[in-house]
């Protein structure tokens, strides 16, 4: 049989050929879309919390000030961020005010008022004590973090370390050894909790930042401390997740069948 009558020889299907290529098109536009929204996520989330508190002050802000000072009676636009600009000027003279004499005169008849409403003493002495600790600067509340055996013994959760108690709370106490307050965020919304005393003996405290125990509860564990400070360190992390994926996906492939 000459060369030219020999039978041509069989190629692979074309669903063969095609098949590797459209899985590593999809592969890579999967890691592609997934970079970006790393990327684009928290850039996103971000501004979109600040439009809305500046949104929400400006609502709150807006009915106290008069129709002539308001930009949008003169502009055919509204001025976002008007009333934050507002409410930060007039917190401002207030705090300004109550530095002298009669600020301070009128601070004090203001706090004898509230104090003789039995339904609102409670709530505004609580709630001037929450804001002078954490706004005085002067305190240590919730900036160190520690580590409590909760909800059983084995289990470890995150705690921020608050004041020790009240001699009158330390006295009703049982056992002999001092108690310490913490307050245990709840997982993903660290403003809901558990605030309870637990001794100072079974609390280990961590070396770490309240900004990052924060991360480390809202992620669920899957954000650790210490990452994304390095910008360098977080590309080179997102570049190597994004390679690890293509080659992962790479191996799991079929291999494109041979010509024999």
């Known amino acids: 049989m000459s060369a030219d009558n020999l039978p041509p020889p069989e190629l692979p299907p ?81 705090g300004f005010l109550t530095a002298n004499l009669i600020g301070r005169t009128l601070v004090d008849l203001g706090d004898r008022l509230l104090g003789r409403i039995p339904a609102v003493r409670a709530i505004y002495r609580g709630l001037k004590q929450v804001f002078e600790t954490l706004f005085s600067g002067q305190g240590s509340s919730f900036r160190r973090v520690g580590l409590v055996e909760f909800p059983s013994p084995g289990m470890w959760s995150i705690v921020l370390i608050s004041q020790s108690p009240s001699a009158d709370v330390a006295r009703s106490l049982p056992g002999q ?41 809202m992620s669920c564990g899957v954000v650790q401390p210490g990452a994304g400070h390095d910008p360098q360190k977080k590309a080179a992390a997102l570049a190597g997740m994004a390679n690890a994926a293509r080659i992962a996906n790479a191996s799991l492939q079929p291999e494109p069948a041979k010509v024999e």
């Open 14 to 94: 074309a669903e063969t050929l095609a098949e590797p290529a459209h899985h590593g098109l999809m592969a890579r536009f999967r890691n592609y879309f997934l970079t970006g929204l790393v990327v684009a996520g928290p850039v996103a989330i971000t501004l979109y919390l600040t439009w809305w508190f500046v949104t929400w002050v400006d609502g709150l802000v807006r009915p106290f000030v008069p129709i002539a000072y308001r930009p949008e009676t003169y502009l055919p636009f509204g001025l976002p961020g008007s009333g934050l600009i507002v409410a930060v000027v007039a917190l401002t003279l207030l």
């Open 177 to 217: 050894e001092d108690h310490i307050s913490v307050f245990l965020p709840c997982a993903p919304n660290p403003t809901t909790g558990f605030f309870f005393y637990v001794p100072k003996s079974k609390i280990i405290e961590v070396d770490m930042s309240t900004e990052d125990a924060a991360t480390l509860i």
